[in-house]
T-cell receptor, first 112, second 115 residues
Framework: EAQVTQNPRYLITVTGKKLTVTCSQN?????MSWYRQDPGLGLRQIYY???????DKGDVPEGYKVSRKEKRNFPLILESPSPNQTSLYFC???????????FGPGTRLTVT | SQKIEQNSEALNIQEGKTATLTCNYT??????LQWYRQDPGRGPVFLLL?????KEKRKERLKVTFDTTLKQSLFHITASQPADSATYLC??????????????FGTGTQLKVEL
């Protein structure tokens, strides 16, 4: 089944404890993105990647890192999480530069 | 400043009627516009894409219009069903010179179709 998977789905952590949210797609898509979704603010793009080893900042990149060492994987790294990073995170992939985004199921992160 | 506006209030309609959702934007010139459906606790699901030089796009019971002069897109669901109840998001798509793209999403409109 063609899909985007994210892990973990739920995570509660403490301020400053490094964490990684994994994202993997099995559709051989070149484009991948990370978004966060907050009430009243909608989905905001954190980082995106156009291909292996090619990444760039989205609208809200502060406090996040990404890497794209393989085409299928695009992990999101929070080196020192803070409470304002409590949010619902979505990974997405796309076959084309302007094509439809295929979203993962989401990761609900709480930083206390 | 740049802004995307979708009806913040929920839209309640009766089964069988046509639902019309609005996406307005200011100070943007997107190359494309997309519509997504999102159910509670789940990721958005792509529905339709329309290019800036297209006036209208249809897919089954769905229709999207794109007026770059008015800076507005309308999303219609005809013969609506309770299963159409969800939040609908519009997204502006910008092509970046470096080869990437940027999607800017509206906050969504919640649609509820009642029996």
């Amino acid at each position: 089944e063609a899909q985007v998977t994210q892990n973990p789905r739920y995570l509660i952590t403490v301020t400053g404890k490094k964490l990684t949210v994994t994202c993997s797609q099995n559709m051989n898509h070149e484009y991948m993105s990370w978004y966060r979704q907050d009430p009243g603010l909608g989905l905001r793009q954190i980082y995106y990647s156009m291909n292996v080893e090619v990444t760039d900042k989205g609208d809200v990149p502060e406090g996040y890192k990404v890497s794209r060492k393989e085409k299928r994987n695009f992990p999101l790294i929070l080196e020192s999480p803070s409470p304002n990073q409590t949010s619902l995170y979505f990974c997405a992939s796309s076959p084309h530069r302007v094509g439809e985004q295929y979203f993962g199921p989401g990761t609900r992160l709480t930083v206390t | 400043s740049q802004k995307i506006e979708q009806n913040s209030e929920a839209l309640n309609i009766q089964e069988g009627k046509t639902a019309t959702l609005t996406c307005n934007y200011t100070n943007y010139s997107p190359a494309y516009l997309q519509w997504y459906r999102q159910d509670p606790g789940r990721g958005p699901v792509f529905l339709l894409l329309i290019r800036e030089n297209e006036k209208e796009k249809r897919k089954e019971r769905l229709k999207v219009t794109f007026d770059t002069t008015l800076k507005q897109s309308l999303f219609h669901i005809t013969a609506s069903q309770p299963a159409d109840s969800a939040t609908y998001l519009c997204a502006l798509v910008f092509i970046l010179t470096g080869g990437g793209n940027k999607l800017t999403f509206g906050t969504g409109t919640q649609l509820k179709v009642e029996l």
